[in-house]
């Protein structure tokens, strides 16, 4: 029986339609620069906030209305709301999804139970991945929603915590390696303090970078070739976390040796909340070579909390896809909407409004990055600001011919550097808002 | 002829004093676990806000009235403000300083003009030092104000501004190895960008770490041993500076193998800016063997930008001062005030009571941080708190004896992980009143 | 059978105690300027927060632990609940305690219901109030967890909404009124929008003060005398809250006739998340006429919700009861600790430390501000700040005997206006901090 | 002799124009809701950023190169400047402009000779405004820049500053009705504090009261009846500015009985950083009868001080016109770009390129926020969303014909609310951007 019956297979309908259930720029076949939007955009639905959202925040019980639900937290009404997942994932016509252990099943009274119930799960997964074609982007283990994780779970004061968290990130490597992942996530959960005054900040990144070490090692063992991201926020649930952005990832990953090992995940809204553009942070990643996969969604600039609501400004979507094409595209990650329907948006066709209005942005955002690219212009701003330093000077420089004492001797001859030139800030946003 | 013939050497008067011009806990020859407030503290006075400071700010031109100003950007009357300086720094019993180039003498019409110009500063500061004692904690270059680095110094677009800052940065390199520099400090002024679409990001940062390994690089050429310094700060002048926060740092430190030549200099009012807490950047830089030198101010947490107060809050002075002898007091550093009086404080007095109010708030926080290490109590409550990696199982991890797969099984046959303790945060704060 | 069996009446041991379960600064019986610290002070601990607080939060379910707590939401739990909340606020030595209609009581499954499961709490709380002597500051009514309230109680678009609410109010009026309660407390709850693009912001604001009116007569018609409050937060739950700060409460009562019916209920980190200081917002209120009672609690500036913590920062107790005791203390209103306990400071005795380290801070502030007001050291800077408005032209001006062209008259001869005098504001923080 | 020789009008070319001088929506004669785009927007060029604006930050002085400047502060050059001013301004298209009196003209030694020299100015704005045809949108006088405002101009605690004001204010007053101005806008300059310890607020706020129905007073008495606006700005450069948002204005002017005297002039990067939308602000006005005119800028949301941009973002160009519409359109008020170039773009044609930019965002929010209204989706939804008000129930409350008691009856009889309907966020936010 479908949850949906109402809903078919969301359609593409082009711009001019007013179609609320209709694509209006994502045409998965569509081709930008030689690659399907498919497979440029490869997007993913996650199953925490789309499946297991209540809508309940710090003031107030779930409003969400999801009539699928048995009401009890068993393995059987688990397995049914898989089936309604892939339902919803094939109607919208996502590729990929992802998902934390304990979002998928009932979590035991003992970590073997838990584990017997995921697997449970993982086998109407895989019915479902080989019904619909659907892939998994990428899997997770929460460390953070049980209570004994309330000091952090790799970095907590208490040693088997760090255990139980070890036994449950191998059981969902598992997992993931039989469900074909292409990836596995870190996002710091409670790796954090809430009180500095009480923790021992560096024992406790020893033991996590212990703890990704274990990982990657258990990975190799099992054969899983999947990417590992880490997902930098900068705070929430803890006062602060460790993975606070991009920077202090790839310092963390370079202090312990594992820049090889882990690429980043980032997502808007913690970039947002972490005092960086998103675009800054796919720049950082970028040029480190770590960007990975990105968990598409906003948050509000005046709030100061992580509201991870849908992304449809065209501007960010933008700014997201042409650093994306400009770092190659993705090769493991993708679009993952780690996003959540606003608590007033309580009908299970709010889900359908909300993926859709993401998706067709992240498209239009695509499109308008790739005609960006496709005249030149900007780039061509860009390339001629830094001309001096393609020959002359500035290539003896980055050629490594220069020194502070023979840069002195030019420049007191010289006396003064040669003019600088404007920077055009308002022209190239002019310029930008031409490709809307 | 003296500029404040009204004050004479501050006096040490004790905490029961009424006198606004004399210190109630700074007490230069008190000893404080051995050693001297002194040479703790290590206070240091800086030129750029303290001498060159008018008031002036976006909405108005200066305020400040200094009567030894003779309205001229002369070397004399350079010369004749250096030796004021050196009288209030005296009188006010500093045993430091620090300065940029360009805040202590003018600024030619050319580099070897600008050079001049700053040697005839230079020889009355030597006067200076060797009449009062008066040590430079460190120099720097101003490779910001002038509008040829617009768009950045070893960033810049244009390869000459480059090569002019290297002649700049050669020149104060010199200057501060005459005066006996203990160390040079290198802060992002506008190495950062204002538009990341014309921005190519990798490539600045490339230049960046080939500028510094060229300072460092000469710096051994002319036998200078004085400590280099990175100093953090998030925004502004530029919309992102590349040196963000103590994290971001370390990330380029580490990735351009820049890490063992330079340590951090940090700024609560920069770090706040950054989303962090002061005692947060100590740590990370502290866990990293990169703690160096503080330059100590408060911002103002309901503004945005850097305020550069004067630091009177005793919970943010003993969180320094706890965290610098946590990690074995300065060596090279010290408390640099890189703070300015307000606007409205507009008189020479204000100067007195601006420093005066600073060194007995870390003054006050450095006993209050002894206290809290005397009796160890914070200390226990922490060690307590991880004491289950101290042996067992914990230890076991730590000593990297176990793997994903052996924890599991461990906890398999556990169950569930040993209980949690209370983290006791309000009782921690609780505790920390009781030392004030 | 005690819930605490092993805390007794909280002792006042003086500031050297080292007893963490002991007063140091609040001496019930204490006279400070006339009145003792009791009758200053009016602490209030929230029934809420204390009693009704499990630690969960967006990442995960409740931690604390509370061994008096059935399990199950019956009556007779809220029953014993309510005897084990009069013995904590007793050994706590509180004199007053707030509450929310669904805080205390089941809501059942209609309003009948509703209100029959409140007056069997009702009655305990009258039993209790007579066995201890402790009174109620203020009760409420909870009109934003029921997911019937997800768009607004007052300005819901949904009129039975509204509706509902009124028979709510109403009831809570009645028993806050049978109760003996001070006063009655508005907090906006949902009173705000998510979505301003769906919301009639005027219509909303129209139905909001109807609601208020209606309050306003009931209140008259049972002879309830207490005091309204209107408690200002800008956002959260809501993106943005109607009652954001102290001036937007106090436009809204002006403009709809409420403002000699409401005063302000304000709290600490709802002024710190609107932007203002808390001495800001209680200078706002107090000048208004409408300084009511506080929430005393504390954010983190680092972080963008409401956190609700403990305050022990001295500072800012100060300030409060500088503030208070500027604007005559308080008459209705009290020190509501509107706090709740860290997630990780999960075991009962923690509310102990919590709510001694919160008192302490405050009887500390009381302490330190009247002996500001003692010496009028600060109050005398400010009178000789102002002091051109005593006499000759400024009283003139005060006295309406000027217009533009009296006094540009008066310029023109004059040319300039008399020297300004040094704000002086780092002397004054300086002189702060020797109350301390 | 031209300042801008090589730039003639700016055309209208269409939206496929890429003609970086030219415009792709604005079209003044082109009609939208019946009125001419000119008329609808009145679009303003203001006279302070784009003719004195240097480019100058709290880092570094100007770089803005304008060959037009003699480089002296004479009255000369300050005619010379407006001359080029109104060829920039006709160019450009811009049917008014606004300016400060310090602006246009040198301030003199005295207020005689200051007065003298803005006549100067406005003679020639005179001869200039006739030869164009272009009109002055507001005058302002500028009380803050001189070091004598510092404390602030009308609640300076220094009458003689506030007499000082008073003559100024007075003559800027003259000099807008002279020519012909449509509006007199007081922006809060120094009117607030640094330091609330050594401020008065209440005594500061009389004072500013009493200074506005001075000026109202005498616009009455020489015929000027422009329109009177108050700007809102939370920060900047005091630490708290007095009229901090739209509420806390209407509430000033409520409570001094101002509020038919003066209207709202919002700016979109004061309520940024005030905490609010930009179009929560124009609605908070529009409820309050008070949206007077919009200063139309931008600023950055992760910076944290007024930045003063030039608006491109066309989501935020369409709300605030479609919060324009709403309310009727502009009577008196404009568009007026109180908006600068940045720093980097410090050639003259960069003020071209920023002000056509904001312009045809502007045209372009106009276009869509009219095609919003033409098909009536959006205004249906609300209207809808609140159709329980119209009748039965909702219309009996707003009829006043309930009380607490009446509705408790009704509730206690239904014993729930009727169900609620989803907020449709995610559906309204797609649905804008279907008009993009
Ligand atoms: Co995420
Ligand atoms: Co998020
Ligand atoms: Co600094
Ligand atoms: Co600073
Ligand atoms: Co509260
Ligand atoms: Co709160
Ligand atoms: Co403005
Ligand atoms: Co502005």
């Not at 274990?214 to 190799?220: E, L, W």
């Not at 990650?333 to 993401?358: C, M, Q, T, W």
């Not at 001797?409 to 310029?431: D, F, H, P, V, Y």
Request: net charge negative.
């Amino acid at each position: 029986m479908a949850a949906f019956p109402e809903i078919g297979k969301i359609p593409y309908e082009g711009p001019q339609s007013k179609n609320p259930l209709a694509f209006r720029h994502y045409n998965a076949d569509e081709k930008v620069e030689g690659k399907t939007m498919r497979d440029h955009l490869r997007f993913s639905v996650v199953y925490w906030h789309t499946f297991r959202g209540t809508g309940s925040d710090p003031f107030g019980p779930g409003t969400a209305v999801r009539p699928w639900e048995s009401g009890s937290d068993t393995v059987e009404n688990a397995q049914n709301r898989a089936r309604v997942a892939f339902e919803f994932i094939e109607k919208l016509g996502a590729p990929f999804y992802a998902f934390h252990d304990r979002d998928v099943a009932p979590e035991g009274k003992t970590l073997a139970e838990s584990h017997k119930n995921l697997d449970a799960i993982v086998k109407v997964f895989k019915e479902e991945q080989q019904r619909t074609g659907i892939k998994l982007l990428w899997g997770t283990a929460n460390l953070f929603s049980n209570p004994r994780f309330m000091h952090g779970a790799a970095t907590s004061p208490n040693a088997e915590v760090f255990a139980y968290a070890a036994g449950q990130v191998k059981k969902a490597l598992e997992v993931t390696h039989e469900l074909g992942g292409v990836g596995y996530t870190f996002w710091g959960g409670r790796e954090g303090y809430q009180c500095i005054w009480n923790t021992d900040m560096k024992r406790e990144l020893d033991h996590l970078a212990k703890f990704l070490h274990m990982a990657v090692d258990y990975a190799k063992q099992i054969g899983f070739k999947g990417q590992f991201y880490i997902e930098p926020k900068p705070k929430e649930p803890t006062k602060h976390q460790y993975d606070s952005d991009a920077a202090a990832c790839l310092n963390f990953l370079r202090e312990y040796g594992l820049k090889d090992h882990l690429k980043l995940n980032l997502e808007t809204n913690h970039a947002t909340l972490a005092g960086h553009t998103m675009q800054h942070e796919l720049q950082v990643a970028g040029a480190a070579g770590a960007l990975g996969s990105i968990d598409a969604n906003t948050g509000d600039m005046l709030l100061g909390w992580d509201t991870d609501q849908f992304p449809t400004d065209i501007y960010l979507t933008t700014q997201c896809m042409y650093e994306v094409l400009k770092y190659g595209g993705f090769t493991t990650g993708g679009v993952n909407f780690d996003a959540k329907v606003r608590r007033e948006s309580f009908e299970p066709i709010d889900l359908f409004y909300a993926h859709i209005g993401g998706m067709d942005a992240f498209a239009q955002g695509l499109k308008i990055a790739a005609a960006m690219r496709a005249d030149g212009k900007l780039a061509g701003i860009v390339k001629e600001r830094y001309a001096s330093w393609d020959s002359g000077l500035g290539a003896e420089i980055e050629g490594g011919k220069h020194s502070l004492a023979s840069l002195e001797k030019l420049m007191l001859e010289k006396g003064e550097a040669a003019s600088n030139r404007s920077g055009r800030q308002e022209m190239i946003e002019n310029l930008i808002n031409t490709y809307l």
